[in-house]
């Protein structure tokens, strides 16, 4: 298992377990991995200094650092980023408006003063998001499934 430092287009930074370089590098080509701030999928690896360790023993000098994740190290961060995303969840569901498949249109209208501004979430598709930012319209992608109604 590799830790990379990674980095999004818009320089959101953050760390994700892969199996090895080429499982990276493969994920990243079927842009499976993406920002869980954004949700953009253009990433890169950030530049990351290598950790070092001095030998015990005098003549040897500096050997790279082998860390040895444990399994259970993968699994306590899937549950705090669980429990973070649980957080970020219920704070925007107490605190703004849900609007659904209207999300764009009702961006749109806050980002040109034609209602009142509100925290507003909703679902909008990967092109309508763009568009929005290409308008200049502040958003963002929230790392949850979409609300369903049941």
């Not at 200094?49 to 015990?56: D, G, M, N, V």
Request: proline content about 5%; aromatic content about 6%; hydrophobic content about 35%.
């Amino acid at each position: 298992m590799i830790l990379y430092e990674l980095v999004c287009s818009a320089e959101h930074r953050f760390e994700a377990w892969f199996r090895d370089s080429a499982a990276f590098d493969k994920q990243r080509k079927a842009r499976i991995v993406s920002c869980p701030l954004c949700g953009d999928a253009k990433v890169r690896k950030a530049i990351m200094a290598p950790a070092l360790t001095r030998s015990k023993q005098r003549g040897e000098g500096v050997t790279p650092a082998s860390p040895q994740p444990t399994e259970d190290s993968g699994a306590d961060r899937q549950h705090l980023l669980a429990e973070v995303v649980a957080q970020l969840r219920e704070h925007v569901e107490k605190n703004c408006d849900y609007v659904g498949d209207s999300f764009p249109e009702e961006a749109r209208r806050i980002h040109y003063g034609e209602v009142e501004a509100r925290g507003i979430y909703g679902e909008a598709s990967e092109a309508e998001a763009q568009d929005l930012k290409e308008e200049g319209v502040a958003v963002g992608r929230l790392p949850f499934m979409p609300k369903r109604n049941s």
